[in-house]
């Protein structure tokens, strides 16, 4: 999904576990928190290690949309046929999680 998340190597380790907000730093419980699903990195020395972002409705909210708009905009598929691209199909169906 091509909502841009912070990168991991500045976040705590509560972040990058899922158990805090990517961005504003909440603790989450399960119910409340939009999961972003396991992620994984390459470090600039060829090492790869997942982590896990989750972030908390409002967060969510604000970034899903935003990469929603930003993609609709730029998408020709969307423009043409909303039902047809599979980003903004992920996008829409992640504006329903966070509203949720």
Do not use: I, N
Not at 35 to 61: I, K, M, N
Not at 71 to 92: F, I, Y
Request: charged share 25%.
């Amino acid at each position: 999904m091509p909502v841009d998340l912070p990168d991991p190597s500045g976040l705590a380790e509560d972040q990058v576990c899922g158990r805090r907000c990517v961005w504003c730093v909440t603790s989450l419980s399960t119910d409340a928190a939009v999961d972003f699903g396991e992620r994984r990195e390459v470090s600039p020395h060829g090492g790869v290690s997942s982590w896990h972002p989750r972030c908390c409705r409002p967060c969510g909210f604000e970034h899903v949309y935003r990469a929603l708009l930003d993609h609709t905009q730029s998408c020709e598929q969307c423009a043409d046929d909303l039902t047809r691209c599979a980003v903004g199909k992920a996008l829409r169906m992640a504006m329903r999680q966070v509203r949720a």
